[in-house]
T-cell receptor, first 114, second 112 residues
Framework: AQSVTQPDIHITVSEGASLELRCNYSYGATPYLFWYVQSPGQGLQLLLKYFSGDTLVQGIKGFEAEFKRSQSSFNLRKPSVHWSDAAEYFCAVDNNNAGNMLTFGGGTRLMVKP | DGGITQSPKYLFRKEGQNVTLSCEQN?????MYWYRQDPGQGLRLIYY???????QKGDIAEGYSVSREKKESFPLTVTSAQKNPTAFYLC???????????FGEGSRLTVL
Protein backbone atom coordinates (compact mmCIF):
# COMPACT_ATOMS: atom_id res chain seq x y z
CA ALA A 1 0.00 0.00 0.00
CA GLN A 2 1.07 3.52 -0.66
CA SER A 3 2.10 5.71 2.25
CA VAL A 4 2.97 9.35 2.75
CA THR A 5 5.25 10.56 5.53
CA GLN A 6 5.56 14.08 6.78
CA PRO A 7 8.39 13.82 9.32
CA ASP A 8 7.79 17.18 11.00
CA ILE A 9 4.60 17.41 13.07
CA HIS A 10 5.24 21.03 14.07
CA ILE A 11 7.46 23.72 12.57
CA THR A 12 7.95 27.28 13.80
CA VAL A 13 9.55 29.93 11.62
CA SER A 14 9.95 33.68 11.90
CA GLU A 15 8.00 35.91 9.58
CA GLY A 16 10.12 36.64 6.51
CA ALA A 17 12.20 33.51 6.89
CA SER A 18 12.27 30.74 4.31
CA LEU A 19 10.27 27.55 4.75
CA GLU A 20 10.65 23.94 3.68
CA LEU A 21 8.13 21.26 4.63
CA ARG A 22 9.19 17.69 3.97
CA CYS A 23 7.17 14.94 2.33
CA ASN A 24 8.27 11.41 1.46
CA TYR A 25 6.16 8.76 -0.21
CA SER A 26 6.35 5.09 -0.98
CA TYR A 27 5.02 4.07 -4.36
CA GLY A 28 6.21 1.80 -7.14
CA ALA A 29 5.87 4.26 -10.00
CA THR A 30 5.95 8.01 -10.38
CA PRO A 31 2.87 9.15 -8.53
CA TYR A 32 0.64 12.14 -8.78
CA LEU A 33 1.56 14.39 -5.83
CA PHE A 34 -0.27 17.19 -4.07
CA TRP A 35 0.06 19.73 -1.29
CA TYR A 36 -3.00 21.03 0.51
CA VAL A 37 -3.35 23.67 3.25
CA GLN A 38 -5.91 23.75 6.06
CA SER A 39 -6.73 26.73 8.26
CA PRO A 40 -8.09 25.90 11.73
CA GLY A 41 -11.59 24.44 11.67
CA GLN A 42 -11.77 24.64 7.89
CA GLY A 43 -11.60 22.35 4.90
CA LEU A 44 -8.49 21.89 2.77
CA GLN A 45 -7.38 23.98 -0.19
CA LEU A 46 -5.09 22.80 -2.99
CA LEU A 47 -1.74 24.61 -3.09
CA LEU A 48 -0.15 22.78 -6.00
CA LYS A 49 0.08 19.45 -7.78
CA TYR A 50 2.57 17.43 -9.81
CA PHE A 51 1.53 14.99 -12.51
CA SER A 52 4.51 14.93 -14.87
CA GLY A 53 7.03 17.17 -16.64
CA ASP A 54 9.01 19.91 -14.91
CA THR A 55 9.86 18.65 -11.44
CA LEU A 56 9.61 22.13 -9.91
CA VAL A 57 5.98 23.20 -9.69
CA GLN A 58 4.58 26.56 -8.73
CA GLY A 59 1.43 26.95 -6.69
CA ILE A 60 -0.75 29.58 -5.14
CA LYS A 61 0.28 31.97 -2.38
CA GLY A 62 3.94 31.92 -3.48
CA PHE A 63 4.53 28.24 -2.70
CA GLU A 64 6.53 25.83 -4.82
CA ALA A 65 7.46 22.17 -4.55
CA GLU A 66 10.10 19.98 -6.09
CA PHE A 67 9.67 16.33 -7.04
CA LYS A 68 12.82 14.29 -6.52
CA ARG A 69 12.39 10.74 -7.77
CA SER A 70 15.70 9.52 -6.35
CA GLN A 71 14.66 10.60 -2.86
CA SER A 72 10.94 9.80 -3.18
CA SER A 73 10.30 13.31 -1.95
CA PHE A 74 8.03 16.23 -2.77
CA ASN A 75 9.06 19.04 -0.42
CA LEU A 76 7.13 22.29 -0.20
CA ARG A 77 9.01 25.58 -0.09
CA LYS A 78 8.37 29.27 0.28
CA PRO A 79 11.13 31.92 0.18
CA SER A 80 9.55 34.32 2.67
CA VAL A 81 6.82 33.28 5.10
CA HIS A 82 3.95 35.59 6.03
CA TRP A 83 1.99 35.42 9.28
CA SER A 84 -1.07 34.38 7.27
CA ASP A 85 0.74 31.19 6.22
CA ALA A 86 0.24 29.72 9.71
CA ALA A 87 -1.87 26.62 9.07
CA GLU A 88 -1.61 22.87 8.70
CA TYR A 89 -0.12 21.49 5.52
CA PHE A 90 -0.83 18.08 4.04
CA CYS A 91 1.05 16.19 1.38
CA ALA A 92 -0.95 13.64 -0.62
CA VAL A 93 -0.33 10.92 -3.17
CA ASP A 94 -2.79 9.64 -5.75
CA ASN A 95 -3.51 5.95 -5.24
CA ASN A 96 -3.97 5.09 -8.88
CA ASN A 97 -2.72 8.09 -10.88
CA ALA A 98 -6.28 8.81 -11.92
CA GLY A 99 -6.29 12.10 -10.14
CA ASN A 100 -8.96 11.43 -7.58
CA MET A 101 -7.97 8.82 -4.95
CA LEU A 102 -5.63 10.41 -2.50
CA THR A 103 -3.64 9.13 0.47
CA PHE A 104 -2.72 11.92 2.85
CA GLY A 105 0.25 12.37 5.14
CA GLY A 106 -0.23 13.15 8.81
CA GLY A 107 0.23 16.87 8.31
CA THR A 108 2.69 19.53 9.46
CA ARG A 109 1.46 22.39 11.59
CA LEU A 110 3.23 25.63 10.78
CA MET A 111 3.49 28.43 13.31
CA VAL A 112 4.87 31.84 12.35
CA LYS A 113 6.63 34.06 14.87
CA PRO A 114 6.37 37.84 14.44
CA ASP B 1 -21.25 30.97 -5.32
CA GLY B 2 -20.29 27.40 -6.14
CA GLY B 3 -19.03 25.20 -3.41
CA ILE B 4 -19.60 22.42 -0.93
CA THR B 5 -21.87 22.83 2.06
CA GLN B 6 -21.63 20.56 5.07
CA SER B 7 -24.10 20.56 7.93
CA PRO B 8 -24.27 20.65 10.81
CA LYS B 9 -20.94 22.24 11.70
CA TYR B 10 -21.08 20.81 15.22
CA LEU B 11 -23.01 17.77 16.36
CA PHE B 12 -23.27 15.98 19.67
CA ARG B 13 -24.49 12.43 19.91
CA LYS B 14 -25.20 9.99 22.67
CA GLU B 15 -23.70 6.55 22.44
CA GLY B 16 -25.91 4.13 20.53
CA GLN B 17 -27.45 6.77 18.27
CA ASN B 18 -27.06 7.02 14.52
CA VAL B 19 -26.36 10.46 13.07
CA THR B 20 -26.36 11.71 9.50
CA LEU B 21 -24.01 14.38 8.20
CA SER B 22 -25.12 16.32 5.16
CA CYS B 23 -22.94 17.21 2.17
CA GLU B 24 -24.26 19.17 -0.80
CA GLN B 25 -22.30 20.50 -3.78
CA ASN B 26 -23.29 22.77 -6.65
CA UNK B 27 -20.06 22.40 -8.60
CA UNK B 28 -21.50 19.76 -10.94
CA UNK B 29 -18.75 17.35 -9.91
CA UNK B 30 -19.25 13.66 -10.52
CA UNK B 31 -17.01 12.41 -7.69
CA MET B 32 -17.65 12.93 -3.99
CA TYR B 33 -15.77 11.74 -0.91
CA TRP B 34 -15.98 11.51 2.85
CA TYR B 35 -12.83 11.76 4.95
CA ARG B 36 -12.30 11.48 8.66
CA GLN B 37 -9.64 13.63 10.32
CA ASP B 38 -8.06 12.87 13.67
CA PRO B 39 -5.15 14.80 15.19
CA GLY B 40 -1.80 13.62 13.84
CA GLN B 41 -3.35 11.09 11.44
CA GLY B 42 -4.08 13.19 8.43
CA LEU B 43 -7.21 12.37 6.48
CA ARG B 44 -8.52 8.86 6.05
CA LEU B 45 -11.01 7.94 3.35
CA ILE B 46 -14.34 6.56 4.54
CA TYR B 47 -16.38 6.27 1.34
CA TYR B 48 -16.31 7.68 -2.15
CA UNK B 49 -18.68 7.88 -5.09
CA UNK B 50 -17.72 8.47 -8.67
CA UNK B 51 -21.24 8.46 -10.09
CA UNK B 52 -24.83 8.64 -8.93
CA UNK B 53 -26.19 5.44 -7.39
CA UNK B 54 -22.73 3.98 -6.97
CA UNK B 55 -20.21 4.20 -4.14
CA GLN B 56 -17.23 2.30 -2.79
CA LYS B 57 -15.70 1.72 0.61
CA GLY B 58 -12.56 3.54 1.52
CA ASP B 59 -9.95 2.57 4.10
CA ILE B 60 -12.15 2.94 7.20
CA ALA B 61 -15.74 2.25 6.11
CA GLU B 62 -16.74 0.05 9.06
CA GLY B 63 -19.51 1.66 11.08
CA TYR B 64 -20.42 4.16 8.37
CA SER B 65 -22.94 4.18 5.51
CA VAL B 66 -23.62 6.51 2.58
CA SER B 67 -26.04 7.04 -0.27
CA ARG B 68 -25.74 8.85 -3.61
CA GLU B 69 -29.24 9.30 -4.95
CA LYS B 70 -28.50 12.68 -6.47
CA LYS B 71 -25.38 14.11 -8.05
CA GLU B 72 -25.42 17.04 -5.66
CA SER B 73 -25.77 15.11 -2.41
CA PHE B 74 -23.67 12.54 -0.55
CA PRO B 75 -24.86 12.13 3.05
CA LEU B 76 -22.84 10.12 5.57
CA THR B 77 -24.46 8.17 8.40
CA VAL B 78 -22.34 7.40 11.43
CA THR B 79 -23.93 4.32 12.94
CA SER B 80 -23.82 3.00 16.47
CA ALA B 81 -21.43 0.31 15.18
CA GLN B 82 -18.66 2.89 14.80
CA LYS B 83 -16.51 2.35 17.89
CA ASN B 84 -14.86 5.73 18.07
CA PRO B 85 -16.93 8.25 16.12
CA THR B 86 -15.69 11.47 17.73
CA ALA B 87 -13.79 13.22 14.93
CA PHE B 88 -13.80 15.96 12.32
CA TYR B 89 -15.52 14.84 9.10
CA LEU B 90 -14.73 16.39 5.75
CA CYS B 91 -16.68 16.05 2.54
CA UNK B 92 -15.04 16.74 -0.82
CA UNK B 93 -15.82 16.63 -4.51
CA UNK B 94 -13.77 16.63 -7.67
CA UNK B 95 -13.86 16.57 -11.43
CA UNK B 96 -12.85 13.06 -12.44
CA UNK B 97 -9.12 12.89 -13.09
CA UNK B 98 -8.28 16.46 -12.10
CA UNK B 99 -6.62 15.61 -8.82
CA UNK B 100 -8.07 18.68 -7.16
CA UNK B 101 -10.44 17.99 -4.31
CA UNK B 102 -12.77 20.76 -3.22
CA PHE B 103 -13.55 20.51 0.47
CA GLY B 104 -16.41 21.62 2.65
CA GLU B 105 -15.74 23.30 5.98
CA GLY B 106 -16.26 20.10 7.92
CA SER B 107 -18.53 18.73 10.61
CA ARG B 108 -17.25 18.06 14.10
CA LEU B 109 -18.99 15.13 15.76
CA THR B 110 -18.65 14.55 19.49
CA VAL B 111 -20.03 11.47 21.21
CA LEU B 112 -21.02 12.10 24.80
Amino acid sequence: AQSVTQPDIHITVSEGASLELRCNYSYGATPYLFWYVQSPGQGLQLLLKYFSGDTLVQGIKGFEAEFKRSQSSFNLRKPSVHWSDAAEYFCAVDNNNAGNMLTFGGGTRLMVKP
Amino acid sequence: DGGITQSPKYLFRKEGQNVTLSCEQNLNHDAMYWYRQDPGQGLRLIYYSQIVNDFQKGDIAEGYSVSREKKESFPLTVTSAQKNPTAFYLCASSIQGSGELFFGEGSRLTVL
